[in-house]
């Protein structure tokens, strides 16, 4: 089952494409994290699903929706979202509610109820203008899901806040997917890893990886060993790397970072060549990869 | 939805004190030369200087003349200040990126333009046809009658000047993001159309522009002339397909298609 397909999507500004041959189907109550380096393409895909920007080519359809202007089914909240610095945050949430489609009357009880779960209800009459960055991004959530969207997409929605306000946003985003599918864009993986329940890797607009985060998860899974050593961690390295099995290694910090075709023979080999030459081994772990490593292996290899 | 729209715009002007300063502006502007004028024989006196034979000649001015300096200062500076009002109305949403969140609303991209065109019009004609009233009331009281019907011509034949300048400025703010460009285009549009008109004279009798000189003639002899009709008539017609225009920039340049 599918809420919403996109197929072929590509825009192009001025001989360069900014979004090249998209294509995804969006199941309802998901979350979606569409990931990549800053300047991959995620703001264009996200305004050109909005609606805000027309794709060179390509198709957004929304099933079973096909005759209605399909802003009713979209929730939007842009990067850095800028208010009517003039209203109060109550009267922008009215207006907005409005703009969806709603009544006044409609529309203020759904903004009370939003002022509430978003927690900027103290806030409610003083002006936009006034406001702090968190309390901008809360209303900025709200004003998304005033007219109850199918489909709530975000724009950067952490990347600006602080530890504290990153957590709340998170959580919250978390709940509205029992209501909405939620697309919502970052350069920062473990944003995505941690809510996520389906991935969009992007890359100078292309898409060079998606699907079901625990697919994903298996099929990018790596063992890999870290070492640490008491000094000179750089020169037993090198004696590490030269080992039969070892494909690649890394020096993070004061830890060697392993990689391995064969995990079983380089554990063996690294562990058999530190007892005879009596390495100074402080530890020895043998870890499962992240996704980071997929991050950093798709954005630098493809 | 173009209710919502309109009673926005209504409240912004409102919230930012525009309600207050236009009109006052526009009585300052309409009253300023007739009260002037009339007084000035004093002015000189009080201020003396002249040697006690010196004899001054100052025209006088009939009440035609003295509604007609009201409407030549909103032919200047009324214009610049309906050019300053209206340059940032859409592309001062746009530059700063608060129209995003408005129009990733299921928001009818003509309504959103006719709603911020209406709402420019209705300051614009309350504060003038305030002035206007001014401006009447001055110069019954300094220098003779002016009927009320031949007022409410003046407003409406002047009106379409009016509305043509808000309506050139309208168009400019879906050309462009930049407030500056519109005030300068808006203002440049204007001026180059009173050039033109009076370089070419008779053979475009009809321009908007000339409406202050057939309202002149119409004061005089009370008449509404055949020049004023058609100058009426083209200026409708301008007004129309500029504000289509408008419509059609506007939908282009936030082309959405529903599916």
Redesign the interface.
């Known amino acids: 089952m599918t809420i919403l397909s996109v197929s072929n999507l590509a825009k192009q500004f001025n001989n360069t494409y900014a979004v090249k041959d998209l294509a995804y189907q969006f199941t309802p109550h998901q979350c979606i994290a569409l990931i990549g380096p800053n300047g991959a393409g995620k703001t264009t895909t996200l305004q050109m699903i909005a609606g805000l920007l027309q794709p060179t080519s390509g198709e957004i359809i929304f099933d079973k929706h096909k005759s209605i202007d399909r802003r009713t089914l979209i929730g939007y909240l842009p990067q850095q979202p800028v208010f009517y610095s003039w209203m109060t945050g109550s009267e922008f949430l009215v207006y907005s509610g409005q703009l969806g489609g709603l009544t006044k009357t409609a529309s203020r009880k759904r903004s009370a109820e939003l002022l509430d779960i978003t927690g900027i209800s103290e806030a409610k009459n003083k002006r936009i203008g006034n406001y702090s960055g968190g309390m901008k991004q809360r209303l900025g959530i709200a004003q998304a899901i005033i007219h109850q969207p199918k489909l709530l997409m975000l724009d950067e929605p952490v990347s600006s806040l602080d530890p504290i306000g990153r957590r709340e946003v998170l959580t919250l985003l978390e709940q509205l997917k029992t209501e909405m599918t939620v697309l919502f864009s970052t350069h920062i993986l473990s944003d995505a890893d941690e809510i996520s329940d389906e991935l969009i890797l992007l890359r100078k607009g292309e898409m060079i990886e998606s699907g079901k985060m625990k697919d994903l998860r298996q099929k990018y899974q790596t063992t890999k060993i870290t070492l640490q050593f008491l000094e000179n961690q750089a020169f037993y390295q090198k004696k590490v790397a030269a080992l039969p099995h070892v494909t690649r290694t890394l020096l993070e910090r004061d830890t060697v970072q392993v990689i391995a075709t064969n995990i079983e023979t380089a554990r063996q080999e690294i562990l058999q060549q530190a007892v005879d030459e009596k390495w100074p081994l402080l530890a020895f772990k043998l870890e499962q990869a992240t996704l980071e490593e997929m991050f950093m292996k798709a954005v630098n290899d493809a | 939805?173009m209710k919502?729209?309109f009673k926005?715009e209504v409240l912004?002007n409102w919230?930012?004190k525009k309600w207050i300063w236009v009109p006052l502006v526009f009585i300052l502007l309409a009253i300023m030369d007739p009260i002037t004028n009339y007084y000035l024989p004093d002015i000189l006196e009080s201020v003396g200087g002249l040697e006690g034979g010196a004899v001054i000649e100052l025209p006088t001015f009939s009440p035609a003349d003295a509604i007609m300096m009201s409407v030549s200062q909103y032919s200047t500076l009324g214009v610049l200040v309906i050019v300053l009002l209206s340059m940032g109305i859409i592309s001062g949403e746009r530059k700063?990126?608060?129209i995003?969140?408005?129009?990733?609303?299921?928001?009818s991209y003509t309504k959103f333009v006719l709603a911020k065109w209406l709402s420019l019009l209705l300051l614009v004609f309350a504060a003038f046809i305030i002035g206007m009233m001014a401006s009447w009331y001055y110069t019954n009281i300094l220098y003779g009658e002016i009927t009320f019907s031949m007022l409410l011509a003046v407003i409406f034949y002047y009106g379409l000047w009016l509305l043509f300048v808000c309506t050139v400025s309208i168009f400019f703010n879906t050309v462009t993001q930049s407030p500056g460009i519109v005030a300068f285009a808006t203002i440049g549009t204007t001026a180059g159309i009173s050039l033109v008109t009076s370089l070419l004279g008779i053979r475009l009798a009809w321009s908007p522009t000339n409406l202050s000189v057939y309202i002149q003639e119409l004061l005089v002899t009370g008449d509404v002339s055949s020049e004023l009709m058609y100058t009426t008539i083209i200026s409708i017609v301008l007004i129309a397909l500029i504000l289509l225009a408008s419509i059609y920039r506007f939908n282009r340049t936030?082309?959405?298609?529903?599916?």
Request: hydrophobic share 45%; proline share 4%.
């Open positions: 939805m919502v729209l926005k912004e919230r930012n700063s990126g608060v995003e969140l408005v129009l990733v609303k299921p928001v936030f082309i959405r298609r529903s599916q």
